[in-house]
């Protein structure tokens, strides 16, 4: 039995009734990393860590040593954490970030391999790692969605039983999309920030990327709550996201904005959505048109408040304590013997805030006219 393919609820099933130990896990994920690594690049400095051999005594926890995948832009103790770019290369945390430090409360085991990402979180395809590109598990030739397209890929292609992403605007949601799992934006503020290196601070959120609904409950329910740490967390105490997948939606109401459904929209996408719909409604729900009249504005305010809080955040990568290095003899000598280049930063940081302001759609005249009017 691979047991990499298993979901989270499934393993714990057998983890309770001793049929595996966590450590089978472990190896069954280490045999799908080796051999699917160097083809979808899901993650980064796999040849820096090794698991470890001897099992640890998970008995007693929530979830029993199952190993969880963690972005490269959430902090981790004693493991680097790069944001997949150059210039923080080698950083290593002195501390987690508060939902690892929950994940490793819940008996949770964390993956020394970080999971790839756009640099800094900048882009939607993945494609911008200074690790190289991640690569869709389902077609190679196709990109994986981003910034979080690593740990959807690491899901996807059963390289991680469940994985965590960071969502500024679509990226843990797209590539669960495009890769075929299920991805949570929960609600600002359900989840700590403290830990996560920032993109834009008001639309940040960490979430879960996972094989399964239940699965998603589940690892909510672990990663949510108020935090101290974080003054933007809000005060609940956490939530058993797990019970409210029994009960059921009749005489729910779930409205349909219609500016959804506007010109450009694929048709695969489309039938996809009615198909849900007409689902809901067999099971009790109430599925109505409403209007959300301001949603022509979502893309251009975005991009305001992102690029001005994100050049906000990348201040502080200032060549001082933060540098991209090179060899170059004319530089300043770094420890180690590498040498240090400030000008480095502001390429790079010049280069995403562009990518940030132009990927995709945004670079569109339609969209770039919206965005000069909300100016």
Request: a positive charge; aromatic letters at 8%; charged letters at 20%.
């Given at each position: 039995?691979?047991?990499?393919?298993?979901?989270?609820?499934?393993?714990?099933?057998?983890?309770?009734?001793?049929e595996?130990?966590?450590?089978?896990?472990?190896?069954?994920?280490?045999?799908?990393?080796?051999?699917?690594d160097?083809k979808?690049?899901?993650?980064?400095?796999t040849?820096?860590f090794?698991?470890p051999?001897?099992?640890?005594?998970?008995?007693?926890?929530?979830?029993?040593?199952?190993?969880?995948?963690?972005?490269?832009n959430?902090c981790?103790?004693?493991?680097?954490?790069?944001?997949c770019?150059?210039?923080?290369?080698?950083?290593?945390?002195?501390y987690?970030a508060?939902?690892?430090?929950?994940?490793?409360?819940?008996?949770?085991?964390?993956?020394?391999?970080?999971?790839?990402?756009?640099?800094f979180?900048f882009?939607?395809?993945?494609?911008?790692?200074?690790?190289?590109?991640?690569?869709?598990?389902?077609?190679?030739?196709?990109?994986?969605g981003?910034?979080?397209g690593?740990s959807?890929?690491?899901?996807a292609?059963?390289?991680?039983?469940?994985?965590?992403?960071?969502?500024?605007?679509?990226?843990?949601r797209?590539p669960?999309?495009?890769?075929?799992?299920?991805?949570?934006?929960p609600?600002?503020?359900?989840?700590?920030?403290y830990?996560?290196?920032?993109?834009?601070?008001?639309?940040?959120?960490?979430?879960?990327?996972?094989?399964?609904v239940s699965?998603?409950?589940?690892l909510?329910?672990?990663?949510?709550?108020?935090?101290?740490?974080?003054?933007?967390?809000?005060g609940?105490k956490?939530?058993?996201?797990?019970?409210?997948?029994?009960?059921?939606?009749?005489?729910?109401?779930?409205?349909?904005?219609?500016?959804y459904?506007?010109?450009?929209?694929?048709?695969e996408?489309?039938?996809?959505?009615?198909?849900?719909?007409?689902?809901?409604?067999?099971?009790?729900?109430k599925c109505?048109?409403?209007s959300?009249p301001?949603?022509?504005?979502a893309?251009?305010?975005?991009?305001?408040?992102?690029?001005?809080?994100?050049?906000?955040?990348?201040?502080?990568?200032?060549g001082?304590?933060?540098?991209?290095?090179?060899?170059?003899?004319?530089?300043?000598?770094?420890?180690?013997?590498?040498?240090?280049?400030?000008?480095?930063?502001?390429?790079?940081?010049?280069r995403l805030?562009r990518r940030?302001?132009?990927?995709g759609?945004?670079?569109?005249?339609?969209?770039?006219?919206?965005?000069y009017?909300?100016?």
């Amino acid at each position: 039995m691979d047991l990499n393919t298993l979901t989270a609820q499934d393993l714990l099933k057998k983890l309770d009734s001793k049929e595996i130990s966590a450590q089978d896990i472990l190896r069954s994920l280490e045999k799908s990393i080796k051999a699917q690594d160097t083809k979808f690049k899901a993650y980064v400095r796999t040849q820096d860590f090794h698991l470890p051999q001897q099992s640890i005594d998970y008995s007693k926890t929530t979830l029993k040593g199952i190993p969880v995948a963690i972005k490269d832009n959430i902090c981790t103790e004693g493991f680097n954490t790069e944001c997949c770019s150059k210039i923080l290369e080698g950083f290593h945390p002195p501390y987690d970030a508060t939902v690892v430090r929950k994940l490793k409360d819940a008996g949770a085991f964390i993956f020394p391999y970080k999971t790839n990402m756009d640099e800094f979180a900048f882009g939607s395809s993945t494609e911008n790692s200074c690790f190289g590109p991640t690569r869709n598990p389902h077609n190679p030739e196709c990109v994986p969605g981003g910034s979080s397209g690593g740990s959807a890929a690491a899901v996807a292609s059963h390289q991680a039983i469940w994985a965590l992403g960071s969502d500024t605007g679509g990226s843990i949601r797209q590539p669960a999309a495009f890769c075929g799992v299920v991805g949570l934006k929960p609600t600002y503020g359900l989840v700590s920030r403290y830990g996560l290196i920032a993109f834009a601070s008001s639309l940040d959120q960490i979430g879960p990327i996972t094989k399964d609904v239940s699965d998603c409950a589940l690892l909510l329910s672990i990663i949510a709550g108020r935090d101290e740490l974080d003054s933007t967390s809000v005060g609940s105490k956490g939530c058993d996201y797990s019970a409210y997948l029994e009960k059921d939606i009749k005489g729910m109401r779930i409205g349909i904005p219609r500016e959804y459904f506007v010109e450009g929209i694929g048709p695969e996408v489309k039938k996809a959505v009615l198909d849900a719909i007409k689902v809901l409604e067999k099971l009790g729900a109430k599925c109505r048109e409403v209007s959300l009249p301001h949603t022509e504005y979502a893309v251009p305010v975005y991009y305001i408040i992102a690029t001005a809080e994100a050049s906000s955040n990348l201040a502080r990568f200032d060549g001082v304590h933060y540098c991209y290095v090179q060899k170059n003899p004319r530089l300043g000598v770094r420890p180690g013997g590498k040498t240090q280049d400030p000008a480095g930063n502001i390429r790079i940081i010049t280069r995403l805030l562009r990518r940030l302001l132009f990927k995709g759609n945004a670079g569109q005249e339609s969209h770039l006219s919206g965005f000069y009017q909300c100016l």
